[in-house]
Nanobody
Framework: QVQLVESGGGSVQAGGSLKLSCVVS??????????MNWFRQPPGKEREWVAS???????LYADSVKGRFAISRDNAKKTLYLKMDSLKPDDTAMYYC??????????????WGQGTQVTVSS
C-alpha cells in the first residue's frame, strides 16, 4: 500500500513562510515516474489544484500562488515539497499531496495524502 504523509503545516502571520513535505512510502522510482501535485481545500470551499511537477514537463502553478510558491522533489528522499512564501490569509487551507497515474495526465490522481493544515492570520 502506497502512503503519502504530509507535514510542515502550521499557523503563521501574513507575509510569513512555510515549507510542506510529503514523504512517500514506496520504492525510489515512485516520485520520478509520475506527476506529483499539491492541492488545497480552504474552509467551506472546494478542493483546488495548487501546483504540479513532472519529468520532462514544465512545472505548473495556479495563478493564485505563482511567484510565491515553489514545488520541488527529492527522489532519493522520496519526498515532495512545497515552499510557500509571502503567505496570505487566503492561503489558509488543508494542503494535500497527490500522486498521479503513471503515464497519465497530472489530473489523473491515484493517491492522496491525509493533509496538513496551514493557517495564515492577518
Amino acid at each position: 500500500q502506497v502512503q503519502l504523509v504530509e507535514s510542515g503545516g502550521g499557523s503563521v502571520q501574513a507575509g510569513g513562510s512555510l515549507k510542506l513535505s510529503c514523504v512517500v512510502s514506496s520504492d525510489l522510482k515512485f516520485l520520478s515516474s509520475r506527476c506529483m501535485n499539491w492541492f488545497r481545500q480552504p474552509p467551506g470551499k472546494e478542493r483546488e489544484w495548487v501546483a504540479s511537477i513532472d519529468s520532462g514537463r514544465p512545472i505548473l502553478y495556479a495563478d493564485s500562488v505563482k511567484g510565491r510558491f515553489a514545488i520541488s522533489r527529492d527522489n532519493a528522499k522520496k519526498t515532495l515539497y512545497l515552499k510557500m512564501d509571502s503567505l496570505k490569509p487566503d492561503d489558509t487551507a488543508m494542503y494535500y499531496c497527490a500522486a498521479s497515474r503513471v503515464g497519465g495526465d497530472c489530473s489523473n490522481v491515484d493517491y492522496w495524502g491525509q493533509g496538513t493544515q496551514v493557517t495564515v492570520s492577518s
